[in-house]
């Protein structure tokens, strides 16, 4: 996008997000690394770092050492189930080093830290499910058995500081751990355009092989995410013109922005399915699992040293942590329902990076206060680019079921996703959310009436925008028909 294309902020945005549209090189590493910009968007603002200040050379030693096949080819210290032990033995409590992490000028390197903890977050996964990988690659058919009570104080106390200073829980988590901040590049003069260009910086298992499964299941993500600096600048056009009270015309060029970037969007997505094989996938899964709502942790985790030795619980990493769909969801105002599953959904707020939190919070707010969604409704051709919006919700949700279903519920038994919600239910719960919004959006405001005569040759212009979206809605109430049937059969079948 051009300085020219760039929306007018509106002054509540700009007072919220003074950096919103700041080149992404300029800003200070005091900011927090997910400081969006319409540039990068819920990317870092810059490559995440991929070497520690020499002080924690032991935490980067031992990741650099952990997976299972390191990067020159041979084994690493998964591979013969003895993370455990060399953790203990070598690594120091690094906490006070943490605190030393300052910029010249007194504030937070919040960039390194980000960087540490990423690496933390890495170890206390591997540390903690280290025996589920051996039971799972001993005993498949038994389970993941249990994983270890105890994360050591080496561990436990500086990752818990830097989880404090970046407003983060204290646990590995999707953007600043596993995904977004765990991606680098060959030729950083080449930059993210080409997907072959991105290289993990840390893994569990194979993912140091650019093209391993691993590394393609976390590389999609990075390739997905690469395209929402447009997004976000679609969606502040539509919020930001609104409040402006600004011309219909521009809302709908933001609508017409947020589907040009969802189809490239959608189109990363799609290439899942080659990057990261499904019957590979549940190997380098033992690691991503969190402790709520898990059998292998039936009691909690202690993080020694930290809040009493009191045992803790937190959600796994998940990609329904990512901002993409909570974004649109804000935005067009989807109504969930009151349900346990749409309080999982809340939860995992809390596991995203604090920028986009408070982005997300501010659309949501936002839009509910100038009523994007009753706005949009009011005139046919925004019905229709809202309604093609919606659309993409549906189809992105639609395309991450049939990921769980293959990759994970024909495969396995574990009743839940690596985030603890129940694998079966819980994403058709948002599924069937955005499918029931648009059926009423079309039936109220586009089907024809009957009884209702044409004025002025608005029911001619509304008969043309309905045709527009006529072939969505026939999809949208099969697959509404279809996945019903089989949330139904694989509930039944599972005991659920």
């Known amino acids: ?228 600096g447009s997004l976000i600048a679609g969606a502040l056009k539509v919020i930001d013109t609104l409040e402006q009270n600004g011309d219909r015309s521009d809302i709908n060029d933001g609508y017409r922005e947020i589907l040009r970037t969802m189809e490239k969007i959608e189109a990363s997505m799609e290439d899942m399915w080659a990057n990261s094989k499904p019957a590979e996938y549940l190997s380098f899964r033992v690691f991503i699992f969190g402790i709520t709502n898990q059998s292998m942790f039936p009691n909690g985790v202690i993080y020694d040293g930290v809040e009493n030795n009191q045992p803790l619980s937190f959600r796994g990493e998940s990609g329904a942590n990512d901002s993409i769909i909570p974004l649109l969801d804000h935005l067009c105002q989807i109504p969930m329902p009151s349900t346990p599953l749409t309080k999982i959904l809340h939860e995992f707020r809390a596991y995203r990076p604090l920028p986009h939190r408070e982005f997300l919070t501010y659309v949501r707010e936002k839009s509910e206060e100038i009523g994007v969604q009753n706005y949009s409704v009011q005139d046919s051709e925004t019905a229709v680019l809202f309604l093609r919006v919606l659309n993409h919700v549906r189809s992105f949700r639609w395309r991450h079921w049939l990921f769980a279903r293959e990759y994970i ?57 309905r045709k527009q979206v006529e072939p969505i809605m026939e999809l949208v109430r099969d697959q509404k028909e279809k996945l019903a049937k089989e949330v139904e059969k694989w509930c039944k079948e599972r005991g659920v």
Not at 157 to 169: N, S, V
Not at 431 to 455: D, F, R
Request: hydrophobic share 35%; glycine share 6%; net charge negative.
């Open 1 to 228: 996008m051009t300085r020219s294309q760039v929306p007018v902020p509106s002054p509540a945005t700009l007072k919220r997000f003074p950096h919103i549209h700041d080149d992404p090189s300029n800003l200070s590493h005091a900011l927090d690394p997910f400081t969006i910009t319409t540039s990068t968007g819920f990317l870092p603002y810059q490559t995440a770092p991929t070497h520690l200040p020499d002080v924690f050379k032991p935490l980067e030693s031992l990741v650099e050492r952990l997976p299972v096949v390191k990067l020159d080819g041979t084994p690493g210290l998964l591979a013969t189930y003895e993370l455990g032990p060399a953790t203990e033995k070598e690594l120091p409590d690094l906490t006070d080093e943490v605190e030393k992490l300052k910029l010249p000028n007194g504030d937070w390197d919040k960039f390194t830290i980000a960087a540490i903890f990423r690496d933390y977050t890495f170890l206390a996964s591997s540390y903690l499910l280290e025996p589920c990988w051996e039971n799972w690659c001993k005993n498949p058919d038994q389970g993941y058995g249990l994983g270890r009570e105890v994360l050591p104080k080496s561990v436990s106390r500086p990752m818990y500081r830097c989880a404090q200073i970046l407003d983060l829980p204290p646990f590995m988590s999707y953007a600043a751990s596993y995904a977004l901040f765990n991606y680098t590049l060959a030729d950083h003069s080449k930059g993210l355009e080409d997907y072959s260009n991105l290289r993990l910086v840390r893994a569990f298992e194979r993912g140091l092989d650019p093209k391993s499964s691993e590394a393609g299941f976390i590389l999609t993500h990075v390739d997905m995410v690469k395209e929402t």
């Open 409 to 465: 519920i024909r495969r396995t038994p574990h009743p839940t996703a690596t985030g603890g919600s129940p694998i079966v239910t819980w994403l058709p719960n948002q599924l069937s959310a955005v499918m029931e919004l648009m059926i009423s959006i079309y039936e109220t405001y586009l089907a024809p009436k009957e009884g209702v005569t044409s004025v002025n040759g608005e029911g001619d212009r509304i008969a043309s925008h």
